[in-house]
Nanobody, 122 residues
């Protein structure tokens, strides 16, 4: 079993930055992929970034390319999502999730965190 806990959400003004963290426990994620998803009110959950732990291959949704960066902290078994130049359309609950690699561009993840709220004011 893998347990995931997100942190780092909050309220930020448009143009600001936040850094989310997804801390994993239960097992190391060396054979897993980790994705960041978000769900805004009234909208479907969407995959916005993902990374394969073993080789660092990444995926970004077009709407966040150039603004968001996903990265791995091996020592802390944690995946970060650095979010820059935020805009009100980024307001959502952000979730991290894990699944066996190498497939990462999918909604079918096996383990999920509880989510963290990100609110961007205009």
């Amino acid at each position: 079993q893998v347990q995931l806990v997100e942190s780092g959400g909050g309220l930020v003004q448009a143009g600001g930055s936040l850094r989310l963290a997804c801390a994993a426990s239960g097992r190391t994620l060396s054979s897993y992929g980790v994705g960041w998803f978000r769900q805004a009110p009234g909208k479907e959950r969407e995959l916005i970034a993902a990374i394969i732990w073993s080789n660092g291959r990444t995926y970004y949704r077009d709407s966040v390319k150039g603004r968001f960066t996903i990265s791995i902290d091996n020592a802390r078994n944690t995946v970060h999502l650095q979010m820059n130049n935020l805009n009100p359309e980024d307001t959502a609950v952000y979730y991290c999730a894990a699944r066996s690699a190498p497939v990462i561009i999918t909604m079918r993840y096996d383990y999920w965190g509880q989510g963290t709220q990100v609110t961007v004011s205009s």
